[in-house]
């Protein structure tokens, strides 16, 4: 049997618009029907690339082989461009972060639901597998109780000079980064946020955060009495980078040090045995941090998962026909979009923020 395929167009064919083409070419479900630049520059690259473009977003909408538009244009572009797409009968997948705030965002979905056309968001980061093995890990309970998670994202080449540099584009890291670093972590902590501490840095900008440091207190499981604390972090003036991943639990450790998922979980083997010799610095001495020895610990290598991103496109031309639920859904966008705003809060009052999501 043929396999049916979809049409997709692509409005804006920068560097992710490229990358959709990219990943769409590979899969025989979908089918490219062209793409819409703003800039007669890019379409012209693109028509020497082979692809059709189309001289206006017009004559984009009004193509009936056209199912689903991919929105890969600057942040503050996607809300018009979503809901002209869907009025004009397409199912939407928008680049992330979707929306500048929670009010923009539903005013999305109200129109997704008021013209029954899908509109969904290209969350590609759920299939990386660094964090795809972090979530393996504790989801399986391997360490025991886990009580701290860090999540970090770390470069040296600032923030990029194009429009991720400029507040009206919607740039700043918190939305370029913590929407994808954010969103994974509450697709894999289930308990509530009861509080988020931010701060944001501008090393070398003043008018977008180019880094921060996120701190959330989780609700405590049922029957624990302390909730996760989970460390979100983002720097592009780091020329030394700390590992991606870093996950304590009451029985052992995990580090992932990259997205290629090098790393090692060590585990207690005998809690019984004092195996301390006392360490002596150069002004003292300390027990407490002696290192294990190697009776008391045992070293595992990473339960490592791989995926295939292509999953997310799948996805979407099943919900389209109804036959598969779309893995992206709207309150989830919307929790981490909420989270987004305390973020800013939290930073520009340097006072925790209390909520409940
Ligand atoms: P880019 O600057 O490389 O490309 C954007 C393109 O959109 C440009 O070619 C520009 O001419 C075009 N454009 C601007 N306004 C337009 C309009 N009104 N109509 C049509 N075209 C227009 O940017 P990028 O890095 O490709 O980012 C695009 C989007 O993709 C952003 O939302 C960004 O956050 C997102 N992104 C997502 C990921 C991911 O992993 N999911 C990675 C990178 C970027």
Redesign the pocket.
């Known amino acids: 049997m043929d396999t049916v395929k979809t049409g997709v167009a692509i409005?804006?064919?920068?560097?992710?618009?490229?990358?959709h083409v990219k990943k769409l070419s590979t899969m025989e479900e979908g089918e490219i029907c062209g793409i819409?630049?703003?800039?007669p520059l890019?379409r012209k690259a693109a028509q020497q690339e082979g692809l059709h473009a189309y001289d206006t977003?017009g004559e984009l909408f009004a193509d009936p082989g056209v199912e689903v538009v991919t929105?890969?244009?600057?942040?503050d572009?996607?809300k018009d461009?979503a809901i002209a797409a869907m009025r004009a009968g397409k199912n939407v997948v928008c680049?992330?972060?979707v929306a500048l705030s929670s009010v923009e965002l539903q005013e999305i979905f109200d129109v997704s639901e008021e013209t029954g056309m899908l509109f969904t968001v290209?969350?590609?980061?759920r299939w990386d597998e660094d964090y795809l093995t972090l979530k393996k890990i504790y989801e399986n309970g391997t360490l025991g109780r886990v009580f701290s998670i860090e999540s970090r994202v770390q470069g040296s080449r600032g923030i990029p000079g194009?429009?991720?540099n400029t507040k009206e584009h919607?740039g700043g890291m918190v939305?370029?980064w913590g929407v994808?670093l954010l969103d994974q972590i509450l697709m894999m902590i289930r308990e509530p946020i009861e509080s988020v501490f931010a701060q944001l840095t501008y090393v070398t900008n003043e008018a977008v955060d180019d880094g921060f440091k996120i701190l959330l207190r989780f609700a405590p499981k049922e029957g624990e009495e302390e909730g996760l604390c989970v460390h979100v972090e983002v720097g592009t003036s780091n020329f030394i980078s700390l590992p991606r991943w870093y996950i304590l639990g009451e029985n052992g450790s995990a580090v992932i040090d990259n997205w290629k998922v090098d790393g090692k979980i060590v585990m207690v083997s005998d809690w019984e045995k004092r195996d301390a010799v006392p360490v002596v610095t150069a002004a003292g001495l300390t027990k407490t941090m002696a290192p294990r020895t190697s009776e008391t610990v045992k070293e595992y290598p990473l339960p490592v998962v791989h995926s295939d991103v292509r999953e997310f496109y799948r996805n979407v031309f099943k919900a389209i026909r109804g036959e598969e639920e779309s893995l992206i859904k709207h309150e989830e966008v919307m929790r981490v979009m909420r989270l987004m705003e305390a973020v800013f809060q939290s930073a520009y009052t340097n006072q925790a923020v209390k909520l409940r999501i």
């Open positions: 409005v804006g064919y920068g560097g992710m618009g490229g990358w819409y630049d703003i800039l890019r977003l929105l890969a244009v600057p942040n572009c996607h461009l680049e992330k972060p290209h969350q590609n980061r194009d429009w991720r919607g939305l370029d994808h």
